[in-house]
C-alpha cells in the first residue's frame, strides 16, 4: 500500500490525528515567501501565513541562517540562566514598547495566562484581595487554556468544558458605556484586541481604545492589549497599540514575532513586573536560545521603516482592488481591518468560497460566522496582491462556487 496521496494523508490523519481542525484536501509540502506548494506540485497564494504568524514569508533565508547557526551552539537552557539571544531579544522588543521587561512564552495563550496572573497579582496588592475581576469582550478570542478561553467570548456557549474561571466579564466591543457598567472595585483589568480577529476582523474604533485607556487610568486598572495576531507589523507597527497610540499596561505578542517558530510573550511597565517574585510563574521552554535568536533576526526585520511601508502599500492596493470589486459586483458585504489584517464578508456560503478559492489557487481563512480572513506574510507585494485580487475577482465573478 502506498501512502504518497492526498487522499491517503487524509486518511492517515483521520486515523491518528484528533478531529479538532476540518482537515484540507491539500497536503503542503513546501513553501518560499508567500507561496506554498502541495504534494502533488500545486502552487497556492497563501493569504493564512498560519494566522499571521509567517511574518518575514516562508522559508526566510536569514531565519535559516540563525536557525543553522544557533542549532550549532546551544538550543535550550534553564530559564534561570541567560543567554544573548534572549538578552537581546528581550531589549529589542522592550526598546520599541511602552513595557519595560518581558517574560517569554511558548504561545500567545500562555502569553495572556502571564498577563491574568500578573494583573491579578497586582491587584491584589494594590487594591485589596477581592479585586480579581476581568472585563473582556464578546466576540473576542484570547485562547484555548483556562484563562484565555474563559475570556473568549465563545466559550460561555461551550458548557460541557465549565467550570471556567471566576470573575470574568463581557462588554460589547468598541462600546465604552458597556464597559463602564461593568466596572466596579473589584476590576483588576481589562483584557481587549485592537483589532478582533476571530471575531470577524473588526478593527476598534479610535475613540473607543483611548476612551478604555481614560477609563482605566481613571479607575486604576490594568489595560491588557492582547496583540497576538494584530501586533508584529501585522497593521503598519511593531506593536499594535502604537497604530492606535495608546498605551497598555500590560502587552501580549506572539504569532508573528517567531516568523513561524512557536513563540510568544508579555510585556508590562516595571511598576506593574515588579510584583512578581521567584516561583510566581515560569516556562520550560519559554525564551529558549533558539526561539528567542529568531524573534530577534524576525523583529529586526519588520521594524524597518521600508518593511513596514511595504505592508501599508500592498494594504492600500489590495483594499482599492477589493472595493473596485465590490463596487464591479453585488457579492461583497463589506472589507474590514487594517495593514495586512483584512476581512471580507460575501454574500456567498463561506465554507464553499474558501474551498473554491483553494481550488482555483490561494488559501484564506474564516474569522467570525461570514468572513474570509487574508492575512499573508507581511512580505506580499504589488505583484502577490494583484495575484490574490485576480484569483478572489474569478471566484466571485464566475460563481464557481
Not at 474604533?205 to 487610568?217: A, V, W, Y
Not at 465554507?351 to 474569522?367: E, H, I, S
Amino acid at each position: 500500500m502506498t501512502f504518497d496521496t492526498t487522499e491517503n494523508y487524509v486518511q492517515r490523519a483521520t486515523d491518528t490525528i484528533m478531529p479538532l481542525y476540518a482537515i484540507k484536501d491539500a497536503v503542503l509540502d513546501k513553501a518560499k515567501n508567500c507561496h506554498v506548494w502541495d504534494t502533488d506540485g500545486k502552487k497556492y497564494l497563501d493569504c493564512i501565513a498560519g494566522i499571521a504568524v509567517v511574518s518575514v514569508g516562508h522559508c526566510n533565508q536569514r531565519m535559516i541562517d540563525a536557525a543553522t547557526d544557533q542549532m550549532n551552539k546551544i538550543w535550550m537552557c534553564s530559564g534561570s540562566y541567560q543567554t544573548d539571544p534572549k538578552v537581546k531579544a528581550a531589549e529589542l522588543l522592550t526598546g520599541m514598547c511602552c513595557g519595560d521587561q518581558i517574560f517569554f512564552t511558548n504561545s500567545g495563550a500562555e502569553a495572556v495566562e502571564g498577563a491574568l496572573k500578573l494583573a491579578r497579582k497586582w491587584a491584589h496588592l494594590n487594591k485589596g484581595p477581592d479585586c480579581k475581576e476581568i472585563i473582556a469582550f464578546e466576540d473576542s478570542f484570547h485562547g484555548r487554556t483556562y484563562g484565555a478561553v474563559t475570556c473568549t467570548y465563545k466559550s460561555t456557549k461551550q458548557p460541557e468544558f465549565g467550570p471556567y474561571l471566576p470573575g470574568v466579564h463581557h462588554a460589547k466591543f468598541n462600546d465604552l458605556d458597556s464597559v463602564k457598567s461593568l466596572i466596579s472595585d473589584k476590576t483588576c483589568a481589562v483584557i481587549v484586541e485592537p483589532i478582533q480577529g476571530e471575531g470577524g476582523i473588526v478593527p476598534a474604533t479610535d475613540e473607543f481604545i483611548q476612551g478604555l485607556r481614560d477609563l482605566c487610568t481613571e479607575k486604576n486598572v490594568l489595560m491588557i492589549s492582547d496583540e497576538i495576531q494584530a501586533g508584529m507589523g501585522r497593521i503598519g507597527k511593531v506593536f499594535a497599540h502604537a497604530a492606535y497610540d495608546y498605551e497598555p499596561d500590560i502587552t501580549c505578542i506572539a504569532k508573528g514575532m517567531g516568523g513561524g517558530f512557536p513563540i510568544g510573550a508579555f510585556l508590562a511597565k516595571k511598576e506593574i513586573a515588579s510584583v512578581f517574585k521567584y516561583g510566581d510563574h515560569g516556562t520550560t521552554y519559554g525564551g529558549n536560545p533558539l526561539g528567542t535568536r529568531l524573534v530577534y533576526e524576525v523583529v529586526d526585520q519588520i521594524r524597518q521603516p521600508a518593511f513596514l511601508k511595504n505592508v501599508m502599500d500592498t494594504s492600500a492596493h489590495l483594499i482599492a482592488g477589493l472595493e473596485k470589486l465590490q463596487a464591479d459586483t453585488n457579492s461583497i458585504e463589506a472589507i474590514r481591518g487594517k495593514g495586512l489584517m483584512l476581512g471580507v464578508d460575501t454574500v456567498y456560503d463561506i465554507g464553499k468560497l474558501l474551498g473554491a478559492l483553494q481550488d482555483n489557487g490561494l488559501l484564506a481563512t474564516q474569522a467570525g460566522a461570514k468572513s474570509m480572513r487574508l492575512t499573508p506574510p507581511l512580505t506580499m507585494g504589488i505583484a502577490e496582491a494583484d495575484e490574490a485580487l485576480e484569483k478572489i475577482e474569478y471566484v466571485i465573478k464566475k460563481g464557481v462556487m
